[in-house]
């Protein structure tokens, strides 16, 4: 157990829905990162927060958007979903910003665009 | 980012040390390595990272070559635990903090 949860474990839901995914990082740790896992591209960074700031921005597309809380949490939403945005989306966190820090992951959620 | 380039997929035996080769030639000397796994339905966990000097943790060893354009993970003991995607990962003192995944390396573990 790595300390990160997310929520929901699955998702279903139809194109052009708007869905959000929960991140809770490990107590202490004020970075978190997005992740989106698919087949065809792999693991892809998508957004960074520190203590409630937008860090750094990956290939996260327009229709997604994301969030940190001043309780540290993060929130990513995605809408006008599309069949392309069914993938596993894993939430990271670490202490601080720097290379040095490993990244915990959380079990990530997985989901299904019909 | 600096590239790796690591084998596609390796087998080993149980109870075995595996030695998993990451080659990155164009290595600046900034750049970290660090090694992260993916087991099977799990999101990525750290295993170990190192800059110039072997480093040795619970999990693994890391062996850095001299030129440090390469390193090898060191499993002393493989475990049927152990079966999944290795990624060795380059990242910058002064650069993003995101990681970067290539393709890694599936390893096998027979029992």
């Known amino acids: 157990d790595s300390g990160v949860t997310q929520t929901p474990k699955h998702l279903i839901t139809a194109t052009g829905q708007r869905v959000t995914l929960r991140c809770s990082p490990r107590s202490g740790d004020l970075s978190v990162y997005w992740y989106q896992q698919s087949l065809d591209q792999g693991l892809q960074f998508l957004i960074q927060?520190?203590?409630?700031?937008?860090?750094a921005k990956g290939n996260i597309l327009e229709r997604f958007s994301a969030q940190q809380f001043p309780d540290l949490h993060s929130e990513l939403n995605l809408s006008s979903l599309e069949l392309g945005d069914s993938a596993l989306y894993f939430c990271a966190s670490s202490v601080g910003p720097g290379v040095i820090y490993e990244q915990y992951f959380g079990p990530g959620t997985r989901l299904t665009v019909t | 980012d600096a590239k790796t380039t690591q084998p596609n997929s390796m087998e080993s035996n149980e109870e075995e040390p595996v030695h998993l080769p990451c080659n990155h030639s164009t290595i600046s000397g900034t750049d970290y390595i660090h090694w992260y796994r993916q087991l099977p339905s799990q999101g990525p966990e750290y295993v170990i990272h190192g800059l110039t000097s072997n480093v040795n943790n619970r999990m693994a060893s890391l062996a850095i070559a001299e030129d440090r354009k390469s390193s090898t993970l060191i499993l002393h003991r493989a475990t049927l635990r152990d079966a999944a995607v290795y990624y060795c990962i380059l990242r910058d003192r002064w650069g993003a903090q995101k990681l970067v995944f290539g393709q890694g390396t599936r390893l096998t573990i027979n029992p």
């Open positions: 927060y520190y203590n409630g700031e937008e860090r």
